[in-house]
């Protein structure tokens, strides 16, 4: 799982040992992801699906896409849609993707990049595996999440953000066992380069087997665990989770997970995509690409979209040679 590595993680900054005193939140929910597919076809991993939606606020949906060994001819995208009201957060943890938007944002992501789109008012995008990827083939893993916006951000001028993997903050634990990347938000004084309209924290982690990863979390936040691959316990009571799990937690300070000894040939390590943020704590009225306050405002969305009023396609693909678009 390549996403952003290091050849020595002694070298990186480390979190701090947190106090006896410390109230480690606890597990309230775990979920196992069903499997279904997306756009073209191409197969993922429904992470929210059974959660209540005030226990994911300010997120609304989560897609592990992925992993698959496409052969060649296979790699799959989805054709051009329309969005409203929120925001989609890509990251690439194996392949290449491609981004274009009826707004002028595009680019191309790999292995530990983002592409942070800000749908608000509306516009038209397109995600798919580059030329050469869907004639050769191979390895595609990734995640797409969705982040709600405020009601005052709903109709906002749609932005774009393209995030090298390589602008990531990177920590590690008190002894080493873990990578811990920072997408956005902040962990321990670490800022990752992710610009979010609400307060949230993004990070991939990687815990070495039988490494403990004690991770400080802010109070004000909801906190979400899922397991991209391998086993191990989350919580203090050592609740077991594997591959495809979803850990919702209840309030405190910090999250507790920890690997096991024994990990998968295939997957050598335990891999988590760690999200939290302060809940918007507004009425949600979503369907399909749209998420809104209202089912008022659904319908005037549907009715813009079919006006070509969130944008129309671009003649032309955008040359992908790296990512483009407005930085907010």
Known sequence: ????????????????????????????????????????GFPVRRAFAGVPMHELDPFIHLD??????????????????????FETVTYIIDGVFDHQDSHGGGGTITNGDTQWMTAGSGLLHIEAPPEHLVTSGGLFH???LWVNLPRVAKMSQPKYQDIRGRESALLTTPDGGALIRV???EIAGHRGPGSTHTPITITHVTLQPGAQLDLPWRADFNALVY??????????????????QLAVHGPGDALRVTADDRQDGNTPALDLYIMGGQPIREPVAHYGPFVMNTRAELIQAVEDFQAGKLGVVPAERLPHTGGQGSRP
């Open 64 to 85: 592990q896409m992925g992993e698959v060994d496409y052969a060649p001819g296979e790699p799959k995208g989805t054709s051009w849609h329309p969005h409203r009201g």
């Open 1 to 40: 799982m390549p996403a952003v590595t290091v050849d020595d993680v002694l070298v990186l900054p480390r979190l701090p040992r947190l106090d006896e005193a410390t109230d480690y939140r606890p597990v309230t929910r775990l979920i196992t992801a069903p499997s279904g597919y997306e756009g073209e």
């Open 142 to 144: 990734g995640l797409q």
């Open 227 to 244: 397991v991209l691959g391998g086993r191990g316990t989350v919580g203090t009571d050592r609740r077991p989770v594997h591959t495809g």
């Open 183 to 185: 997408i956005a938000g």
